[in-house]
Nanobody, 120 residues
Framework: QVQLVESGGGLVQAGGSLRLSCAASGSIYSINVMRWYRQAPGKQRELVAAITSGGSTNYIDSVKGRFTISKDNAKNTVYLQMNSLKPEDTAVYYC??????????????WGQGTQVTVSS
């Protein structure tokens, strides 16, 4: 079985920074695309950033220039560096990843989420 575990969330003042991590563990053969989503209270979950196995990245417009997604293949970990945080970035942040295990075909796994709160 595969688990994705996020960490690094917390409370920060506007203009501050946080670095989220999402570590995948288990019988992993390969990881394809990994994504960060967020969900604010009363709003739908939205895609924030994605990174492919080849390292290509994309972002939603509202975080471009402030957030950076990266990965460490050796650690099966994806990161989200968040700078110049704004109160509107407050949300629960989730990662997901398309993972191929040693036992079966590629499937999508989700982490449990980590809370990010930005105070004004």
């Amino acid at each position: 079985q595969v688990q994705l575990v996020e960490s690094g969330g917390g409370l920060v003042q506007a203009g501050g920074s946080l670095r989220l991590s999402c570590a995948a563990s288990g019988s992993i053969y390969s990881i394809n695309v990994m994504r960060w989503y967020r969900q604010a209270p009363g709003k739908q979950r939205e895609l924030v950033a994605a990174i492919t196995s080849g390292g290509s990245t994309n972002y939603i417009d509202s975080v471009k220039g402030r957030f950076t997604i990266s990965k460490d293949n050796a650690k099966n970990t994806v990161y989200l560096q968040m700078n110049s945080l704004k109160p509107e970035d407050t949300a629960v942040y989730y990662c997901n990843g398309w993972v191929t295990t040693s036992r079966g075909p590629e499937r999508l796994y989700w982490g449990q989420g980590t809370q990010v709160t930005v105070s004004s």
